[in-house]
């Protein structure tokens, strides 16, 4: 394991007390990213549904250079329904794993016209049934487009951070969901995840945390620790 040349690492916890205060995490958080939102452009569900299929394995910056000329030739979901799937690899290709992506875009497409009335469903359930939309893609779309507090994204970061915070130690992001959703407030799984994405991208990055200019420092059991 090693160390940031400037900083001690803090006291390792006992097992007991490796849970970090969930309630300061959350104040400072909510202090240092008030207005923490989704960094995908959209307009509507679809939209946003789109932008977070071509997101996987993807920055958000390069999912944003594509998009506009995406919505612009596809302005509904009965565009993106019909076309070709050779047509869409084409203009979603920089975004990386372009064939299963285009597949699930229309896959997805083709679903809502034909099961849901050309309405992205509102519900996790109904969701979950369109092809590439597993829970991640699911809560992102119910929280920022809907307003729907369905779960907690667990992206990259989220997995990432709250490890290093002590919130969780499951191994996957479906059983972190479910630690986070057990000791997180429900009208704070929205912004969490926001906040939470911003603090990855800002500060707590994987390579190097910049744990000297952390908000959390004084909370987090890894403050200092380069791992
Ligand atoms: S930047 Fe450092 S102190 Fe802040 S959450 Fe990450 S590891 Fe912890």
Known sequence: ???MPTMKPQKQRSSRSMQAPVEQILAGL????PDARCALEHQNPLQLMIATILSAQCTDVRVNKVIPDLFKKYPSVQAFANTSQAELEELIRSTGFFRNKAKSIIGASQRIVN???GQVPRDMENLLTLPGVARKTANVVLGTAFGIASGVVVDTHV?????RLGLTEAK??????IDL???IPPDEWINFSHRLIHHGRKVCVAR????ERCVLSELCPKTGVLK
């Not at 909510?30 to 990213?33: A, D, L, N, S, V």
């Not at 997995?159 to 490890?163: A, D, S, V, Y």
Request: aromatic share 10%.
């Open 1 to 3: 394991m090693k160390l």
């Open 30 to 33: 909510r202090k240092e990213y």
């Open 115 to 117: 099961q849901y009335e």
């Open 159 to 163: 997995f990432r951070i709250t490890h």
């Open 172 to 177: 996957t992001p479906e059983k972190v969901e």
């Open 181 to 183: 959703m057990r000791s």
């Open 208 to 211: 190097k945390p910049a744990c």
